[in-house]
């Protein structure tokens, strides 16, 4: 068994989760390949929270709030690394949960992540795709009619660049968590935010609660003032400044 | 089929050679992952070589012809990704090529390596292991007597620090191909190129075979004026100024 005193413990923890989920075919091969890009990124922001990333969490977290349909999209690697952090942030923000995913085999991989989720105690969308998502190839668009495919807000995670910019051309904003700024997911989503998921998520949840005790007008302040563009410029920064140390 | 026309075709033909690896157990998932943090650094510097991995991979190349048992030590990973690169090298170098992985089943693998190889008209070591590398738990201490245990040079890639650490100790001199500026891999080589491996081992045939031409004082110049601490912090600048793009 792996110590928790080992100094990589947590990124080992991950890591094999992420094993294992290969074994069940819950996560493909490629999924881990996606990982570990972000394992070098998280590298080398530290592996922490920026106050940058914060800031997109809390712009984020007013979005969601004001969302009248929101949706958290959740794929392989997701559900492996943060279901119970999904399902938390799901009932602050009163959003819905649908599984979609990127790798065949599609139906299988999502008919797991739906039990992963119901053996957590939450009833999730995705098993049955009765809407389609326009400008999409393959499995990604296959969406269910009273999740994304309805959704005001999407919140994707470890996503694909073509997604993110068929979602909003559906008129979905979009908030994102991805390690990469450089991404097309990074610079395509409303608010992005350039944090490890498992960092992010509960952080997400946080700000949601606090943010419950102000109004509508505050909280489209908080969206309003948030400039995604200069948060993105912010993260490459500090991406900068640590490689150069 | 892929299109060779596509964007990113060589960055997708890499990765479905890893994951026909995996399917067929040369790769591990945790290999993967490997894998994925590289790309996520090559992208970084560019997907080039740089003017600063050229000048390692001229000291690498003469560090290779002045040894007197170089051995090339590969993985998994390596030999999906560059076996007969691997092969060519050896060839200039007088190297010999032996199988070494972290990950288990590690015999099982060696000998697919070996196998692997010997398909393309190699004979490589590491079926058998008759000794063993001090300092170092599992199977990556169990080497071929007339292979690594008895080298004065050895070329590693996609490594673990723990094993360039204790190749050192055991007297070796260690060239190191690593994306990451900032491994213990990368710190510990006396030599380490900050590339992809695709791209630096045929630029490491190329410089050997044009230096065959020199003579062991000149060769053992470019060895003395290279300095690996530099030439990483140069490395990292690379990135730096990358990632402030």
């Known amino acids: 068994m792996l110590s928790k005193n080992h100094p990589r413990y947590l990124s080992l923890k991950y890591r094999h989760?992420?094993?294992?989920?290969?074994?069940?075919?819950?996560?493909?091969?490629?999924?881990m390949i996606a990982h570990g890009r972000g394992e070098a990124l998280d590298y080398l922001i530290g592996e922490r929270t920026t106050k940058n990333a914060m800031k997109a969490a809390e712009a984020a977290a007013a979005l969601l709030l004001l969302a009248k349909r929101p949706v958290i999209s959740v794929n392989g690697n997701v559900s492996v690394l943060a279901a119970e952090e999904i399902i938390k942030l799901a009932k602050v923000c009163d959003a819905k949960i649908e599984a979609n995913v990127f790798y065949a085999p599609a139906?299988?991989?999502?008919?797991?992540i739906v039990e992963l989720f119901r053996k957590k105690g939450a009833h999730i969308l995705g098993r049955i795709s009765d809407a389609k998502i326009k400008g999409l190839s393959s499995e990604r668009?296959?969406?269910?009619?009273?999740?994304?495919?309805?959704?005001?807000?999407?919140?994707?995670?470890?996503?694909?660049?073509?997604?993110?910019e068929a979602l909003k051309k559906a008129g979905k904003k979009v908030i994102a968590i991805d390690l990469n700024p450089l991404s097309r997911t990074a610079k395509k989503?409303?608010?992005?935010?350039v944090d490890n998921i498992v960092r992010a998520l509960p952080l997400l949840s946080k700000k949601a609660n606090t943010?419950?005790?102000?109004?509508?007008?505050?909280?489209k302040f908080i969206v309003k003032k948030f400039s995604n563009k200069r948060n993105i410029k912010?993260?490459?920064?500090?991406?900068?400044?640590?490689?150069?140390?």
Request: proline share 1%; hydrophobic share 40%; glycine share 8%.
């Open 17 to 31: 989760a992420l094993e294992n989920g290969v074994k069940s075919g819950i996560v493909t091969p490629t999924g």
């Open 107 to 112: 139906a299988k991989r999502k008919r797991m």
């Open 141 to 164: 668009a296959n969406v269910s009619k009273e999740g994304i495919f309805s959704a005001d807000v999407v919140l994707v995670m470890l996503e694909d660049g073509d997604r993110t």
């Open 189 to 193: 989503a409303d608010i992005t935010i």
């Open 211 to 219: 943010l419950k005790r102000k109004n509508i007008k505050q909280l």
């Open 234 to 245: 912010e993260s490459l920064k500090i991406i900068s400044k640590a490689a150069s140390k």
